[in-house]
């Protein structure tokens, strides 16, 4: 009988201490699983933001070419309208010397 008290008193700890180490790596493997999972999300939260900056960029460029453009169009439309108001001016000056 005291071998049987003295086997349980040796296997006692063994047993706990090998479920410690078990349980501990399988919460180490989990924790590894988790942070992996958390540097993807980031990674390709990352991609995300540089494809955002890179359409951000191109949007950027062609609005500076569309405002260039405006404002030839509106230079071009001021002096249309000099122009036009010349025209005027001739014909109205025309038609007051004939009556």
Known sequence: M????IIFAVL????TIAAFLFARAESSRKRGKEDGEILNE????RRMVEDIKASYDKLDAKFD???ERVT????????SHKRIDEIKNKTVKKTAKEE
């Not at 980031?42 to 939260?45: G, I, L, S």
């Open 72 to 79: 030839r169009v509106e230079e071009s439309s001021k002096q």
């Open 12 to 15: 006692t700890p063994l047993c």
């Open 42 to 45: 980031v990674k390709t939260t």
């Open 65 to 67: 070419s569309l405002t």
């Open 2 to 5: 005291e071998t049987i008290t």
